[in-house]
């Protein structure tokens, strides 16, 4: 569960306010307010070139907003660091690099609880020093379905297994935020449903963003569904409100793999 027990101050863990990005004469984003409720899955759809990751960018602090602000909790974080984001308790998942191939799955996840230590990321600290995390470590690879492999190296792991100790490494954090950016890219039918059991799972007490092309695992997941094109919001509201709306459907449910 998240460690922060501290009282939201807005009904909305994440929102942007009239946020706009533009490259050098092109908008990418064009004035998105969004609103993403407290503890529910909340998923951003639309066509390739629509601005989900641009969004996504924004959001996690990679890129700065040319105009419009962005809050985490009801605070301004619209000129913080990726860092500072992270730490606030937002954290981007699929993107972790604490996720090292030549490291076991139990080794993966003490790097990424060491800074619970107030040392992340030292790898000189002793053995017995880095075995008290070994409990927590083993929690959290359980909670993934990973139990069974702690001692596998992580490039030993077929795909869908790989993203699912990304998903761990990220709950390492303890994230009241997670930010997931499709998560089921490039995976089985299998991996699919499992990925998906998995965060239905972890999102208990969390709020998740969550970018998805898979709309039969956003149909599954979601509470609520904002769709993107060409930059601006199109549709929000719940699937089968968007999934019934000419305008989405023209722009995006039309299309057989996006």
Same mark, same amino acid.
């Given at each position: 569960m998240p460690s922060a027990d501290r009282a939201p101050n807005t009904d909305y863990a994440i929102e942007t306010r009239n946020v706009t990005k533009t490259f050098k004469g092109f908008t990418a984003v064009d004035d998105v307010s969004l609103k993403v409720r407290h503890g529910t899955i909340h998923a951003l759809i639309g066509p !390739?070139?629509?601005?989900?990751? =641009?969004?996504?960018?924004?959001?996690?602090?990679?890129? &700065? @907003?040319? %105009?419009? %602000?962005?809050?985490?909790?009801? #605070?301004?974080? =619209? #000129?913080?660091? @990726?860092?500072?984001?992270?730490?606030?308790?937002?954290? #981007?998942?699929?993107?972790?690099? %604490?996720?090292?191939? !030549?490291?076991?799955?139990? &080794? !993966?996840? #003490?790097?990424?609880l060491q800074r619970r230590m107030g040392n992340s990321y030292h790898f000189w600290e002793s053995q017995a020093r880095l075995d008290v995390l070994n409990e927590d470590a083993r929690r959290i690879l359980a909670e993934v379905g990973l139990d069974d492999s702690e001692s596998v190296l992580a490039s030993e792991l077929p795909y869908g297994r790989k993203r699912l100790l990304e998903l761990a490494t990220t709950l390492a954090m303890e994230p009241r935020v997670m930010l997931l950016d499709e998560p089921m890219a490039g995976m089985g039918t299998g991996d699919v449903a499992r990925v998906a059991n998995i965060i239905r799972k972890v999102s208990q007490g969390r709020t998740v963003l969550m970018v998805e092309h898979n709309l039969n695992v956003v149909a599954d997941l979601s509470d609520r569904i904002t769709v993107l094109q060409q930059g601006s919001v199109l549709a929000e509201g719940t699937y089968e409100e968007v999934s019934t709306n000419r305008q989405v459907r023209s722009a995006y449910m039309g299309e057989s793999d996006d």
């Open positions: !390739n070139g629509a601005g989900k990751s =641009t969004m996504f960018n924004l959001i996690t602090k990679f890129l &700065e @907003p040319t %105009s419009g %602000s962005i809050h985490l909790d009801g #605070r301004d974080i =619209t #000129r913080d660091k @990726p860092a500072q984001i992270a730490r606030a308790g937002a954290v #981007r998942s699929f993107q972790i690099s %604490s996720v090292f191939p !030549n490291l076991t799955l139990l &080794e !993966n996840i #003490r790097v990424a």
